[in-house]
């Protein structure tokens, strides 16, 4: 399956411990978005990164969430000292060139976090 | 900020019958519309776009939209609603100078036999 892949599917944390959220574009995609999913809610752009490089990060919460996406290896999205508001569903998505563009983002089957 | 609003957050209908779900824009200047589909426990699957050629834009599953500038809207309609049909379905814009995929809130689409 060449898709996008995101690990793991399920995450389960109590408050104050670390999540981390993988995710692997499909090959030869080159950007990366994660977007969140809070119940009874639309998706929430989080962050728009490429390769070494945040483009657009001004959905990220101020605070304890960071992304990254490095030159070799998958983008990870990190959230310190959870919290039960971060209790959701992150999707990340993928596109060969500037999505933003197109609209034609390819996306993960995501990773619910629940935090305890 | 540029956005959309979809107008029930739950449909239902009957299998055979006509699915109409709806999408206003806004905006001053045609930017580009999408519609998602996600079924449960997937991520989000493409099922149309709109970028500025055919008004009527034909989708995926039978699914089509038409953007009516005059109304800002962007309904995605189904003649016949299949079971397979249940989702939630997801519209979507980018504002005309560019820029992050906008979502609406979702639709959930259920099917009744």
């Known amino acids: 399956n060449a898709g996008v892949m995101q690990n793991p599917r399920h995450l389960v944390r109590r408050r104050g411990q670390e999540a981390r959220l993988r995710c692997s574009p499909m090959k030869g995609h080159s950007h990366v978005y994660w977007y969140r999913q809070l119940p009874e809610e639309g998706l929430k752009f989080m962050v728009y990164?490429?390769?070494?490089?945040?483009?657009?990060e001004s959905g990220m919460p101020k605070e304890r969430f960071s992304a990254e996406f490095p030159k070799e290896g998958p983008s990870i999205l990190r959230i310190q000292q959870v919290v039960r508001g971060d209790s959701a569903a992150y999707f990340c998505a993928s596109s060969p060139g500037q999505g933003w563009n197109t609209g034609e983002l390819f996306f993960g089957e995501g990773s619910r976090l629940t935090v305890l | 900020a540029q956005s959309v609003t979809q107008l029930g957050s739950h449909v239902s209908v009957s299998e055979g019958a006509l699915v109409l779900l709806r999408c206003n824009y806004s905006s001053s200047v045609p930017p580009y519309l999408f519609w998602y589909v996600q079924y449960p426990n997937q991520g989000l699957q493409l099922l149309l776009k709109y970028t500025s050629a055919a008004t009527l834009v034909k989708g995926i599953n039978g699914f089509e939209a038409e953007f009516k500038k005059s109304e800002t809207s962007f309904h995605l309609t189904k003649p016949s609603a299949h079971m397979s049909d249940a989702a939630e379905y997801f519209c979507?814009?980018?504002?005309?100078?560019?820029?992050?995929?906008?979502f609406g809130q979702g639709t959930e689409l259920s099917v009744k036999p």
């Open positions: 990164l490429q390769k070494e490089n945040i483009i657009d």
């Open positions: 979507a814009v980018i504002p005309n100078q560019g820029g992050k995929l906008i």
